[in-house]
């Protein structure tokens, strides 16, 4: 009886586990559903009252509309949008990890003074809210010249990233073991030496997981983008979404086409790398 009983418990358990791994599947697959199925319905469909599902056509001429060669100024414009913001976010995402590398070592392994105060002012800095200091960065950034410029969102998306990345990685290599540093020391290799062929192979899964969230800070955005880009030369993908609401009017189908299409980009990067993004979640906290 004791073992049929404990058979019988473990039956449920495994159940309630199955259950409720499908309504956590349910709780973050169904609105992406949703936004596909948006995405491809008529106009109609989406602003009839009672909701039409399911629709009556199902099409992907908003999506041959975008990736098509010339089409309509909206299509085209979401088409630079999302080159800005591949380029934007890949150029943050390498610059804050090779920065953030350096300096995140640093305060793990050397001394020198006031380090834990310039630790702290560093995160200081990326707590700040954005539109405490949006005013003079826009003056500052017009006088020299600089607004509607990729250039501009790079910087200003790094000031950003690198704390976040030194923050992050500084307990990556905080918890690697000194013996490695002091054998590579001792075989006549220098500080960078040691950090490029020790530290970084170490650390790689914290690197790939770190890299990943900043690219999707700086993928996401929306803040400065709209405040510092007004044209097609710098304008990025949230800032476009945005735009397909109108004072009179809201563009619903190129509103969850745009969110589709930008989806993209995070769900590919966390289907390839999912092994390290898993194991540079569950690494750095273990000390020497």
Known sequence: ???????????????????????????????????????????RDLISLPLRFPPGHLSF??????????????????????????IVASLVTAVGLVVGALASYSFARLRFAFKEKLLYALLFTYMIPPIVIVL?????????????????LVFLYLSMTIPFVVWVM???FGSISKSFEEAALIDGCTRL???RYVYVPMARPGLIATGILAFLLS????F???????????????????EFTGKNSVDYGMITTGGVIASIPPL???????????????????KE
Do not use: H
Request: aromatic share 16%; net charge positive; charged share 15%.
């Open 1 to 43: 009886m004791t073992k049929q009983r404990s058979s019988l418990r473990r039956r449920g358990f495994t159940l309630f586990q199955c259950a409720m791994g499908f309504l956590l599947f349910l709780f973050v697959m169904v609105p992406f559903l949703w936004l596909l199925l948006s995405s491809l319905s008529e106009r």
């Open 61 to 86: 001429a908003r999506y041959a509309a975008v990736f098509a060669p010339g089409g309509e100024e909206i299509a085209r414009a979401f088409k630079y949008a999302l080159f800005n913001s591949l």
């Open 136 to 152: 003079p960065l826009y003056v500052a950034i017009s006088a020299l010249g600089l607004l509607d410029r990729k250039v501009t």
């Open 170 to 172: 500084r307990s990556y």
């Open 193 to 195: 030496q040691t950090l």
């Open 219 to 222: 993928w996401d955005e929306f």
């Open 224 to 242: 400065f983008s709209l405040i510092f880009t007004s044209s097609l030369a710098a304008k990025t993908i949230p800032v476009a979404i945005a």
């Open 268 to 286: 590919l990067i966390a289907i390839f790398f999912q092994k390290y993004i898993v194991m540079g979640m569950t690494g750095g906290g273990n």
